[in-house]
């Protein structure tokens, strides 16, 4: 309690500076409290329980941010059912390089990007954190890119992928 009260209006002037909010400044303010009291055995035994406050403050901060990003409503989207002809082409590539990647980059490339699977939910699954997620699927689209780069011989401009060669066709075929 005793770092709580020298941390409170120092943490509570941050905040509200923050947030421009008196509102959501005192909802911060009482999760963190209420952290801190669930969390009691641990809180105490630190030897600077104001910089635990301070840290907790800012990421919990950081995920009222996050949640409040605007989501825009997906039926006022209009799906783009037609693929440019060389995207259509792309994906006649792309199962024969799925194999040339290792099991772990294929695996999550194709639960996450290719069935539409949630990173959070691939984490959930395979004992991961979220992070360490992320940090898989990246280096698997990389790999990914690298070999469509390649083997493909893809060539991307500005806009995106505009060409490539098929793998197994001729180059007086295509």
Excluded at 55 to 80: G, M
Excluded at 114 to 128: C, P, S, T, V
Aim: aromatic share 6%.
């Amino acid at each position: 309690m005793k770092a709580w009260g020298e941390a409170e209006p120092q943490l509570y002037r941050w905040l509200l500076k923050q947030t421009q909010s008196q509102h959501e400044t005192e909802d911060i303010m009482q999760d963190v409290f209420l952290k801190g009291m669930r969390n009691r055995e641990r809180f105490c035994d630190l030897q600077d329980g104001k910089s635990w406050l301070f840290k907790v403050t800012k990421n919990h901060f950081i995920d009222n941010v996050r949640r409040k990003v605007d989501v825009i409503d997906t039926e006022e989207l209009e799906a783009n059912t037609k693929l440019p002809p060389v995207m259509t082409q792309l994906q006649t590539c792309l199962p024969r390089i799925l194999p040339l990647l290792t099991d772990e980059e294929r695996h999550i490339i194709e639960h996450c990007d290719l069935n539409g699977m949630a990173q959070h939910e691939y984490a959930k699954r395979h004992q991961l954190s979220l992070a360490a997620t992320k940090a898989r699927l990246r280096r698997a689209r990389l790999v990914l890119k690298s070999k469509l780069i390649s083997e493909c011989k893809v060539i991307q401009d500005h806009t995106g992928v505009c060409c490539f060669k098929r793998l197994g066709v001729s180059p007086d075929d295509g």
